[in-house]
Each structure stands twice: as C-alpha cells, then as structure tokens.
C-alpha cells in the first residue's frame, strides 16, 4: 500500500510531463503549417516557380520515405492498397500542392493561410455529418456561416483589387480547401496511419519529377543556393513529414477536444507572419474577412473537454 502512492504520483507527473511535449509539439506543427504560405510566397518572390517547389516538395520527402514504402510492400502500395493510394496521392499530393503553390505566386499567403484551413475545416464538418453521423450543431453552422462570410469578403476585395491576379490566386485557394478536405476524412474512414499515408502520397508523387526535368528544369542556378536549401527543408521536410508527424503524435496524447483548437491559429500565423517578412498589408475588406475566417474556425472547433467519469 505505502509503494502505490509514489508510483502513482511518478505517473501523474510523467503524464504531465507528457502533456507539455505534445503542447510543444502542437504549438512547432502550427508554425510550421502556418508559416508555409508564408515561406513559399517568399520562394516565389526569389525566384523559384511552382514546379521548382513541387519538386522540391516531392523529391526531398519521397525519398527520405522511400525506405518505409519499399518496407511496407510495393505490392500492396505501403499496405493501403494501390486504389487508395493513388486516392490519396490525388488528395494530398501534386493536384492539391499544384494549387496551393500557385495560389501563392498570384494571391497574398494571408489569404492562403485563411481560404485553405476555412474550407477545410467546413469540408471536415460536412464530412463527418455524412460519412461518421456526427451532430450538427447551433455552433457549427455559426462558424461555418462565418466563415463563408469571410472568404465573401475575400472574394470581393480580390475582384476589386488593382491586381486582378488576385482572384485566380483565391480561386486556387478554394481548389486546394475543397481536394485537402477529403484526405483527413478518409484517412479517418480508412483507418490509417498518418506518416504511412504521408509516404504513400510522398512517394507516388515523385511520379512528376520525370516531367519536371523534361518540362520545366530550369538549372541550379534560378534562384541563390541558400533559397534552395531553405525551401527544399521547409517543403520537403518541415511540411510534408515533420508536420504532420507532431501533430498525430501530439492529437493522440492530447485527444481531439483539446487538439481540436489549434488549426484556427494557422491563419493567424500565416497572415501576421506575413506582414513583416512579406509586407503585405491586408485592405479593411481583407481583415473583415480574414477575421471572420478565423472567428469561425475557432467557434466550430472549440468542444469542451468531457469530465472524467
């Protein structure tokens, strides 16, 4: 009886010790995502092109996961099975990255910071509702009405904008919330393993780079050295697997109802890191709608924790 207690009490403290690793972990993944728009719009401005990102993005990670895939079996595609994989591929790979990284040679990363993560998050709900039963609820319809607001607010300042650039840059925003969406969802449906997933996109994507050399290569010498280490890190590394390894490992330690409200400080990440490093200085339509973006996300995510039975 007299062990119990110190046993317990090195447990509650190795729990606790635990807990503050994956806030840790948490807080680094939503750096990480939400500087993203920021870094490649930075990419873009120092002479790298969409297609230098994706490969990039793609060669980097696909072989630094090539070893896991090749582990887990060709055959069976990683154990997923190929017609998901390439699902997936499609998902999460070059048609999502694609758009992604074109919306941010056109459009400001503020507003890919804010038009990826709302749709996103309204796909996710509509999702859940159909594919797992889940409730809607007064608050959910809230936030998702305030967030169609915002990108209505986005979508305004972009058609009036000097720059009429701006609008498709959005417009690839909306491509990429709309495919990305999916790919939580089924990896949910499917039961996966995220970094298994994550290998399985990686991998089938280095599928572009032969038309990448054929197509689009331009030479090492496009853009200074230190942009390409930077970028080829941050895309192929920070992005694709550091990422998105944090935030499963820190979601499954903290549980859903706590890790539920991180993802509305990407925006605010991506559109106040961009101030500084990029100077871009949203218009009063633009902080409207931004604002509304990110109000809404953090009114459908929040649930409150359930009391220990």
Known sequence: MHQTAPLSEAARLRDRRLWRLAF???????????????????AVLNGLTSHDLLALRFGIAGLLLLPGFIAGGVKSCNGIGWGRGLLLAVMSGFPMSYLLLTGV??????????IGPGLVTVISIIGSVALFGAIITRQLIVGIVAVLLGLTCLGIAGTTHTNPSILFGDLCFVGVGLI???????????RLDPLKATSVVAV?????????????????????WWVIVLH?????????????????????????????????TIPIIGTLLAIPVLGEIPSGLQVAGIGLIITGLFVASWRSPRPAV
């Open 105 to 114: 040679t056109y459009a400001p990363a503020a507003h890919g910071a804010t």
């Open 232 to 264: 080829g890190i941050n895309q192929g590394v920070l992005n694709v697997i550091l990422g998105l390894w944090l935030w499963s490992v820190a979601a499954r330690r903290m549980g859903p109802a706590v890790a539920g409200r991180f993802p509305p």
């Open 180 to 190: 990305w969406g999916m790919y939580p969802l089924l990896v949910q449906l499917w």
């Open 24 to 42: 840790a972990g948490m807080v680094l993944a939503m750096l990480i995502f939400g500087s993203n728009f920021v870094v490649s719009r930075h």
């Open 204 to 224: 089938l994507s280095m599928a572009y780079l032969p038309f990448y050399a054929l197509f689009f290569f331009r030479g090492f010498d496009v853009a200074p």
